[in-house]
């Protein structure tokens, strides 16, 4: 069964730099999205990415934060300067179309930032 | 403001029963909503899907209700397993845009042997 892989599973990191999380999508996927989880907290949207370009995003995808489709399969999301608080588990995601259908998950990179 | 609500943050239940899980939303008109299953440091997996007009909806073992009036959906699992522990996740889309979820904080299920 087709899924979405994310890399790397760890990551740790200094404060003020910058890291580049990947993510593959489910192949004939349109959509595709990042989250994040802050330990113990819910799941929380950050942006979503549809036609090589964003469609949404949250507050708390500001101006450090970039996402990039460099190729037909990867999917990244950046992160310019890193911050203590940046530190969660960072969930991509993709959906087959526009319609209000399942997202699948990867399993997660989980960035620890010192 | 929109809010979703898993009214318990852990439930503990014997082997072979039934877990009920709830999930209560306010200032949503969702079409649809979603349950997913989270184990410890993974991503969440999907369960099920319920539209509006669907009251009910069975997976196996898993059933969930969708209540618009009571802005409530239950879900539950029978003849539950120590492999059910897990935290299950309830989640809402915005209504537009790109359709992203919402989601609870969820609710972590211990089935005891």
């Known amino acids: 069964e087709p899924e979405v892989t994310q890399t790397p599973s760890h990551q740790v990191t200094q404060m003020g730099q910058e890291v580049i999380l990947r993510c593959v999508p489910i192949?004939?996927?349109?959509?595709f999205y990042w989250y994040r989880q802050i330990l113990g907290q819910k799941v929380e949207f950050l942006v979503s990415f549809y036609n090589n370009e964003i469609s949404e995003k949250s507050e708390i995808f500001d101006d450090q934060f970039s996402v990039e489709r460099p190729d037909g399969s990867n999917f990244t999301l950046k992160i310019r300067s890193t911050k203590l608080e940046d530190s969660a588990m960072y969930f991509c995601?993709?959906?087959?179309?526009?319609?209000?259908?399942?997202?699948?998950f990867g399993p997660g990179t989980r960035l620890l930032v010192l | 403001s929109q809010k979703i609500e898993q009214n318990s943050e852990a439930l503990n239940i014997q082997e072979g029963k039934t877990a009920t899980l709830t999930c209560n939303y306010t200032?949503?008109?969702?079409?649809?909503l979603q349950w997913y299953r989270q184990d410890p440091g993974r991503g969440p997996v999907f369960l099920l899907l319920i539209r509006e007009n669907e009251k009910e909806k069975r997976k196996e073992r898993l059933k969930v209700t969708f209540d618009t009036t009571l802005k409530q959906s239950l879900f539950h699992i029978t003849a539950s397993q120590p492999a059910d522990s897990a935290t299950y996740l309830c989640a809402l889309d915005d209504g537009a845009g790109s359709y992203q979820l919402t989601f609870g904080k969820g609710t972590k299920l211990s089935v005891i042997p």
């Open positions: 200032n949503y008109s969702p079409a649809y």
């Open positions: 995601a993709s959906k087959l179309g526009r319609a209000r259908e399942t997202q699948y």
């Open positions: 192949s004939n996927h349109l959509y």
